[in-house]
């Protein structure tokens, strides 16, 4: 320090250089964060970029971008692919410039549809290529810059004959899977068709033999009766005839004899009631609508399944008698077999072999509530069980069509299926449906 110089203002002096090389060093950090932020951005630009043009080289449809006048300021590799090499680049051209004379789509007609605001949509143009003119299927959108305003055109074409062969393929995708559908659901009804004959097998057996039995009994009492008829013919006398009364056991089977016919009768009659039954339930009257006992078709649908496939299961039906509905019986009875079917394949290999059918009447309405004692409805699957094809048996047991052709068929009588977990376990099917007129 000079001895001259006053020591204030050197102790201001040096402040004043210190604060301003403070300011410099807090400059020159700005400075470099504000650089190291720039390059960021450069870089994620040059990652846009590059992403920009990795989509648009991958882009096997045609891509022009053009301003309002018609003049090319990017295409994509496909365009370049296909109108080839030019004596010009193409961003020298116009629009108009690679559109043959026999187009049905002139750049005129794009300005005028966006001028119009209309959207360009599948319009057909005729490019002049390399390898002569191209029917393309073009779709467009105006681009904007930063401030809104419109400043060009976007093109997207596809050449027809690729559309063609697209929508070809579609079809006939479309085609099997319509045939495959057909087939399963085909399968579906031959399934329920193979349970209703084995239901319908079963109940047949048991008058049918009752009738057989009976019909061998009658042909014994006949042939007695035959006997004790010829001795009476031919003269005998009354000693020999009360002789061959107890011999036949004449009396044993005048007394018999009625209640032999009176079961045949009663055995045909049960054949007569099934057969009926039979061709009420197969009636294809889509638009008749007639009253029935919910609690008789649930009867023999729960006869016609479980005797025929698992005679050993317990079932607690709670259904009064007289609980009428509205709708057709025979798709009704569908319905409850394929639910009384699914319940019976839930309890196969369960401990506890249990099937609860409980009927209640509403106001305006009959509910039907059939529990099984299975694993029950797993949450992950529980939105899905009536989708159509969607089904958690094994391959070659079940199509998945059950469920869905039951849900549409209550849906069309105005009612309502739902599936849900008891609390005890196992899956509870309530089954809602029109309730007839109390008069």
């Not at 300011?23 to 964060?33: F, G, I, Q, R, W």
């Not at 209703?196 to 009492?221: C, D, M, Q, W």
């Not at 339930?281 to 008749?288: G, H, L, Q, T």
């Not at 007639?290 to 005679?311: G, N």
Request: glycine fraction near 8%; hydrophobic fraction near 40%.
């Amino acid at each position: 320090m000079s001895a001259g110089r006053d020591p204030v203002i050197a102790a201001e002096a040096d402040g004043a250089w210190i604060a301003v090389i403070q300011k410099m060093d807090e400059t020159y950090a700005e400075l470099v964060t504000q650089q190291v932020a720039l390059e960021e951005k450069n870089a994620a630009l040059e990652e846009a970029q590059a992403f920009i043009a990795g989509v648009m080289a991958s882009m096997t449809d045609v891509l022009i971008a053009c301003d309002l006048n018609g003049r090319i300021e990017q295409v994509n590799l496909a365009a370049e692919r296909i109108f080839g090499p030019r004596q010009r680049s193409l961003t020298e051209c116009r629009v108009a410039d690679l559109l043959a004379d026999s187009s049905p789509t002139s750049f005129a007609d794009v300005l005028a549809a966006v001028e119009r605001r209309q959207r360009i949509t599948d319009r057909e143009f005729t490019f002049l290529t390399a390898d002569g003119e191209l029917p393309v299927s073009v779709n467009g959108a105006v681009r904007f810059d930063s401030r809104g305003r419109s400043v060009g055109i976007v093109l997207v074409g596809r050449p027809i004959g690729e559309l063609r062969q697209a929508y070809s393929d579609l079809a006939a995708a479309h085609e099997r899977l319509k045939q495959a559908q057909q087939q399963l659901v085909h399968s579906e009804k031959m399934a329920s068709l193979g349970r209703l004959v084995a239901g319908v097998a079963h109940e047949l057996n048991n008058p049918i033999s009752f009738v057989y039995g009976n019909a061998h009994t009658l042909k014994r009492y006949s042939g007695r009766l035959t006997a004790y008829l010829d001795a009476v013919h031919r003269g005998a006398d009354d000693t020999r005839l009360a002789k061959l009364r107890a011999e036949l056991k004449i009396d044993t089977t005048l007394a018999n004899i009625e209640g032999t016919l009176d079961g045949m009768l009663e055995g045909a009659e049960r054949v007569r009631d099934i057969v009926a039954d039979l061709r009420r339930f197969s009636a294809d009257r889509r638009e008749a609508r007639e009253t029935f006992d919910l609690a008789a078709l649930v009867r023999s649908a729960l006869d016609w399944v479980t005797k025929a496939q698992m005679p050993e299961i317990e079932t607690r039906f709670d259904v009064p008698e007289g609980l009428h509905a509205v709708g057709h019986p025979g798709h009704i009875h569908q319905v409850l077999m394929n639910l009384v079917q699914n319940a019976v394949d839930a309890i196969e290999c369960q401990p506890t072999r249990r099937l609860e059918i409980e009927g209640r009447r509403g106001e305006d309405d009959v509910m039907l509530i059939i529990r099984d004692t299975g694993p029950g409805i797993a949450p992950e699957i529980s939105s899905r069980i009536f989708d159509p094809f969607f089904t958690t048996k094994p391959v070659g047991k079940g199509t998945g069509l059950g469920l869905s052709i039951s849900y549409r068929i209550v849906q069309e009588h105005g009612g309502a299926l739902s599936a849900a977990n008891h609390p005890q376990g196992g899956a509870v099917m309530t089954l809602t449906l029109p309730a007839a007129q109390k008069d």
